[in-house]
């Protein structure tokens, strides 16, 4: 039983910690690179917000705040080097993660469809 439960944790932080991009047929497409443990056990509500920044080749990218702490960290697309062309891309695909995580979703990922319905470039 032991065992079981520390195999499961090891892959459940695996996953919380990794990015994750699977190709252009809807299946997931983007996670944030970077998790942290900003929410302190003794904190009721989570407000979530998030911030977009340029990075220094001109790219964007953006980081979800919990409660005024960061709690994912994107500076790049995900399984490229370089970050976000605009700034708008950012600015949706945090909101839609702040979504997800606000209805339970464990990993707010956004798939190629939702990218599409935008009208943002992938």
């Known amino acids: 039983m032991k065992k079981t439960f520390f195999v499961l944790f090891g892959l459940m ?7 994750v991009s699977y190709g252009q ?3 997931v497409h983007y996670t944030s690179t970077k998790t942290v443990n900003a929410i302190a056990e003794d904190q009721k509500e989570i407000h979530y917000t998030y ?11 953006y980081e979800i705040l ?11 697309y ?4 370089e970050g976000f062309a605009e700034k708008k891309t950012c600015d949706v695909i945090a909101t839609l993660v702040i979504k997800k995580i606000n209805s339970g979703k464990m990993i707010p990922a956004v798939n190629d469809r939702e ?3 935008y009208g943002l470039k992938k």
């Open 13 to 19: 932080m695996t996953l919380f910690s990794s990015s």
């Open 78 to 81: 995900p399984g490229r080097t």
């Open 25 to 27: 047929n809807g299946k």
């Open 66 to 76: 919990a409660n005024g702490k960061t709690y994912f960290y994107q500076p790049n």
């Open 51 to 61: 911030k977009v920044f340029k990075n220094n080749d001109g790219s964007f990218g």
């Open 115 to 117: 990218l599409d319905a």
